[in-house]
């Protein structure tokens, strides 16, 4: 009667079908003596669920550091920013020179407006000068 309720519970194990205390039922049998030659097989089985519920791993873990990826991260933000700073100034500077250039080249061409009136000023004042000397006979300088 025992190894027909054995049969039973291995078939409701290997089905997934079994409760906890009728597993613990299985181990017991199959970890004794008196195995029935043809459930054999299933003594190995439960003998290295036994054996590897006692194994532990002794070796140190080495994890690895997280904070080289951030140094990184924080070196490459500090030179993006410093390139991001020195091009916005550069153009900033850019845009004062040309600002500059610009008023500059305003005032220039106001200055030769100006001298342009006085040049036809002279040179009416020129014809004026040639007319006097024509009507009273001076010699040109």
Do not use: C
């Not at 049998?29 to 002794?58: I, M």
């Not at 004062?96 to 610009?102: P, R, S």
């Not at 006085?118 to 004042?125: E, F, M, R, S």
């Amino acid at each position: 009667m025992e190894l027909a309720n054995i049969e039973k519970l291995l078939e409701k194990y290997l089905n997934a079908e079994s409760t906890i205390a009728e597993e613990k039922t299985l181990k017991s049998y199959f970890l004794s003596d008196n195995v029935a030659p043809h459930l054999q097989e299933y003594k190995a089985l439960f003998g290295y669920f036994s054996t590897s519920k006692n194994e532990r791993y002794t070796k140190s873990i080495q994890l690895k550091s997280q904070k080289k990826s951030w140094k990184w991260l924080t070196i490459a933000a500090s030179v993006i920013l410093l390139v991001s700073v020195y091009t916005g100034y550069q153009n900033n500077q850019q845009k004062k020179a040309e600002k500059i250039y610009n008023e500059t080249q305003m005032a220039f061409g106001m200055l030769a407006a100006n001298l342009n009136k006085g040049n036809v000023a002279i040179a009416k004042l020129q014809h004026f000068e040639d007319t006097k000397n024509k009507i009273f006979k001076q010699p040109k300088k």
